[in-house]
């Protein structure tokens, strides 16, 4: 078996970034942040709590470790396809030393059972929203970052492709994965650019000291070309988002 390829900070080339943000795009959503989030989104979760104010709109998930209904993933109620790119301001409000956050990009529903491909649909049964519910019956691309392993070890930005019916996250990695970015303090605006290009997922992140660059190739697992945009936040995580952007490729 192919050893897991493991990086221990990330790769400062923005080269294969710069390539892939060089297209014409369009913008086809945006949020300030500062309305009513519900014209625009969907909640997975009912201990969580979403607010908007003049800085931006705040997610907080709910404050016990280790119970699944303090998840929380907010879906945009739109859904796109293709290659996009994804804008945001990210501000952790948190000081926790466990736990991700996540961004999926493009997420369908399995379409066996009652997971239909449409995710709205079977919005309820995600009243918990455990994260087997999401890996065992989603088709995404997951991105975490602000990420900790539950034994409070160095911080990782890791991206996998949920595989529907393997039960569980084995073998949905797509590798690097990066460890001890320097990034995401609490209290400090983080600038994210996220590009789905076919295959490859580049993301860009920076506050005003450091510029960080990440990339995977998904070049084993089917690709995902279709769906909605979700932001997790697990059990006690909370942060706002400012100016969250998706341009699709013109």
Known sequence: ??????????????????????????????????????????????????????DGMQLTAGPQ?????????????????????????????????????????LATGSGEGPYKPDIAAWNELRRDPAMRLYFDHMNTY?????????????????????????????STDLTPDYFRSALFAPGIPHRFTVIKRGNHLNMRVSDDEKTSCFHWHN?????VETGRIGLRHMFTRSARYRNFRISASA
Request: charged fraction near 30%.
């Open 1 to 54: 078996m192919q050893s897991k390829q493991i990086l221990p900070d990330p790769i400062p080339d923005h080269s294969s970034f710069e390539a892939a943000d060089a297209r014409n795009w369009q913008e086809v959503f945006l949020d300030p942040g500062t309305g009513d989030w519900t014209e625009k989104w969907f909640l997975d979760g009912e201990v969580a709590a979403v607010s908007n104010g003049k």
């Open 65 to 105: 470790f280790g119970n699944d209904a303090h998840h929380m993933v907010l879906w945009t109620k739109d859904s796109y396809d293709g290659d996009l790119k994804i804008e945001y301001e990210y501000t952790r409000l948190d000081f926790e030393t466990r736990g991700v956050n996540i961004l999926y990009v």
């Open 219 to 223: 070049d084993k697992l089917p690709p």
């Open 142 to 170: 997951h991105i975490s970052f602000a990420a900790y392993p539950n034994d409070a070890g160095d911080d990782y930005v890791r991206a996998r492709r949920y595989m529907p019916g393997r039960q569980g996250l084995e």
